[in-house]
């Protein structure tokens, strides 16, 4: 998998990209050539991070985009601001998320890792399919985990109210990734492509900055490298064997399986519902 692709001249798009793999997903990207449009909170830091890739890379073609996840309004804002600066978009790396020790809610109301993890990137995947089937083929990666397998979905209870932990509740997010991406695929414009990846356990920051403590650093300090973590959605954003694979979930840069909770067809049309009522988003 350590082979280059020639990514010149397609438009890829990285949301939380100002650190770890995120950050390794856009130089990775850069460093073959595309045009990276990075997207995170903080305005310095973005642009922060799109100076080091374009040093580390000799990239220049690369750009940033800010809103906040948690904010169903910032992301149709990011949305619209990317329609009027893109023509056509050929990747959709859906990376951005996070998980909090205790049950916080969104300004929409909305319990946060949900938020965050499954509605923020449902929504502005939907508002931005026309870029990406613009000049097929394009591909979507969603970043899940792991943590899927061991998730149940209530559909009684998606926001956790009765019930929080918020270990259990990113796996049962993770979860919602891939029945996403499974419904997507099905829904997609011809020409698009969406698959699921886990990045395994990586060494980042992830969870330290939203209240978690040392027992979450031990955790990551077992991981690999971002650079690492970032290789199995740099494959499925590029390798030319997977062109029009659809629908699948990938782990170590090859196909890996999906837990129970994630297989389930009927579940993935009726989180589709739900997610478009919550997102304020109109079926299609």
Known sequence: MERRVDMTGRTCLVTGATSGIGEATARALASMGATVVIHGR???RCAHVV???AAATGNEHLDFVVADFASLASVREMADELHGRLGRLHVLINNAGAMYPARRESPDGIELTLAVDHLAPFLLTNLVLD???ADPPSRVVNVSSGAHRRAELDFED??????????????????MNILFTRELARRAPPGVTVNAISPGLVRTEFGLKD???QDQQEVMNRGATPDKGARTSVYVATAPELEGVTGQYFQDAAPAEIGPAARDDAAARRLWEVSA????LAER
């Open 42 to 44: 903080d305005r310095g």
């Open 51 to 53: 100076e080091a890739i």
């Open 131 to 133: 870029l990406l089937a």
């Open 158 to 175: 998606l926001e956790s109210r009765q019930d929080y932990e918020g270990r259990r509740v990113y796996g049962r997010v993770k979860a």
């Open 211 to 213: 209240g978690y403590g």
């Open 277 to 280: 009522r919550l997102a304020g």
